[in-house]
């Protein structure tokens, strides 16, 4: 049974940092990483790793944020500087299954910038 499980959101000041984690267990994945989901927006994505390393980002955490990968304990990290107000949202880890490609999300964590 797959459990992705986040951890480290809250509220931060604009121009603070936060990190967020997320243990995932069951699988070996191909990829991992965050998405964010703001009211009345669709969910998209922030920023994504490969088992080899490999990262993506959107365009407007470039700079900003900052994701690594421990593929021995299957945790994936995304560290955020600089935040802004709309990068406020609900942040969701994602994975991706090596055997299957199957797509698996974690329940959400809330960040919320604001002064």
């Known amino acids: 049974q797959v459990q992705l499980v986040e951890s480290g959101g809250g509220l931060v000041q604009p121009g603070g940092s936060l990190r967020l984690s997320c243990a995932a267990s069951?699988?070996?994945?191909?990829?991992m990483g965050w998405y964010r989901q703001a009211p009345g927006e669709q969910r998209e994505l922030v920023a994504a790793?490969?088992?080899?390393?490999?990262?993506n980002y959107a365009d407007s955490v470039k700079g900003r944020f900052a994701i690594s990968r421990d593929n021995a304990k299957n945790t994936v990290t995304l560290q955020m500087n600089s935040v802004k107000p709309e990068d406020t949202a609900v942040y969701y880890c994602?994975?991706?299954?090596?055997?299957?490609?199957?797509?698996?999300w974690g329940q959400g964590t809330q960040v919320t910038v604001s002064s």
């Open positions: 994602h994975a991706v299954s090596e055997l299957f490609g199957r797509n698996y």
């Open positions: 069951g699988s070996i994945f191909s990829s």
């Open positions: 790793i490969t088992n080899s390393g490999t990262t």
